[in-house]
């Protein structure tokens, strides 16, 4: 990662001027992206929002979406959730517009997130609802298994339903991708163990602890 951004830099540095504002803005957002790998969220908002002012100042609105939808979530990140909710609700709707089905399911997951992290169980259940129905409803994308996961988690950390916890948890599993199931499934053996937990039931928890240890994912 500090080799990509090493040479996003270089690049940047050496050919900036002669790029388009399309090409600069995406160099900014490559930079970014590998900042926000690092977790280093500071740089990656600073390279976000300079290609924010690029694709606004020269209307490159193709990348408009993308760039709002990224940007919030490393405000989410960051716990910014004022300037992430005005983030992704704009990206929302050039989303919208443009019929983006596919991070639209993605977006919506990410305000349920949002909404999540502020402690609201009905927006959050909503919006994660709205990405469900994305995702069923077109085979180009598979977020399923990580929107139930998230589902689940918010019924056991604001619902205290952890019936309906656990059943997310295991649809979360039915209907994973082959090459995710093995990751997938150990999620959700530690989540179901935590809920044993707070239900006092160490046998069930131990016995699920066990099965995602023992996971050679």
């Known amino acids: 990662q500090d080799k990509a951004i090493s040479c996003y830099r270089e690049g940047l540095y050496i050919v900036g001027t002669s790029l388009s504002p399309r090409q600069k803005a995406i160099l900014l957002m490559n930079i970014g992206l590998e900042y926000w790998r690092k977790f280093e969220l500071d740089s990656a908002a600073y390279y976000y929002k300079e290609s924010d002012e690029i694709v606004s100042e020269n209307n490159v609105e193709d990348l408009k979406g993308k760039l709002l939808f990224d940007l919030g979530n490393i405000l989410i990140d960051k716990e910014n959730f004022v300037d992430a909710s005005k983030k992704l609700f704009q990206a929302r709707d050039l989303l919208?517009?443009?019929?983006?089905?596919?991070?639209?399911?993605?977006?919506?997951?990410?305000?349920?997130?949002?909404?999540?992290?502020?402690?609201?169980?009905?927006?959050?259940?909503?919006?994660?609802?709205?990405?469900?129905?994305?995702?069923?409803?077109?085979?180009?994308?598979?977020?399923?298994?990580?929107?139930?996961?998230?589902?689940?988690?918010?019924?056991?950390?604001?619902?205290?339903?952890?019936d309906s916890a656990l059943l997310y948890y295991r649809k979360s599993v039915e209907v994973a991708m082959p090459h995710l199931k093995s990751s997938i499934e150990t999620v959700s053996n530690i989540n179901t163990g935590n809920i044993f937990i707070e239900k006092k039931q160490y046998d069930s928890a131990y016995y699920y602890y066990e099965r995602a240890y023992a996971d050679p994912s």
């Open 96 to 162: 919208t517009r443009a019929n983006d089905t596919m991070l639209l399911t993605y977006l919506y997951g990410s305000i349920g997130v949002l909404y999540t992290k502020v402690g609201n169980f009905e927006l959050a259940l909503e919006n994660y609802n709205n990405a469900l129905k994305y995702d069923l409803l077109f085979a180009d994308v598979n977020n399923l298994s990580n929107t139930y996961i998230n589902i689940g988690q918010l019924y056991f950390n604001h619902n205290n339903s952890y």
